[in-house]
């Protein structure tokens, strides 16, 4: 079995920065992709950024420029580097993890952006 756990969510003022961080455990051997999602009320769970075992990596077109992903392979665990944060970041994140043939999700983190 495998274990995800966010942390790091909170309320932010628009303009300022959070960092998620997400970690694994349990029965792994590789994780091949960690990744970021987030669904705010109402609307469905989109991709925020995701990174490959190889360190490629992916951002939405929303995120680009604000939003670093990043991951720690000995330790299983991958961060979200949010800056320049907007309103419409408002949502809850959720941190998912590709350990085959499975895909694992946390409980999400919430990530209250201010005006």
């Known amino acids: 079995q495998v274990q995800v756990v966010e942390s790091g969510g909170g309320l932010v003022q628009a303009g300022g920065s959070l960092r998620l961080s997400c970690a694994a455990s349990?029965?792994?051997?590789?994780?091949?992709?960690m990744g970021w999602y987030r669904q705010a009320p109402g609307k469905q769970r989109d991709l925020v950024a995701r990174i490959t075992i190889g360190g490629t990596t992916a951002h939405a077109e929303s995120v680009k420029g604000r939003f670093t992903i990043s991951r720690d392979n000995a330790k299983n665990t991958v961060s979200l580097q949010m800056d320049s944060l907007k309103p419409e970041d408002t949502a809850v994140y959720f941190c998912?993890?590709?350990?085959?043939?499975?895909?694992?999700w946390g409980q999400g983190t919430q990530v209250t952006v201010t005006s």
């Open positions: 349990g029965s792994i051997s590789r994780i091949d992709v």
């Open positions: 998912d993890a590709d350990v085959r043939p499975r895909t694992y």
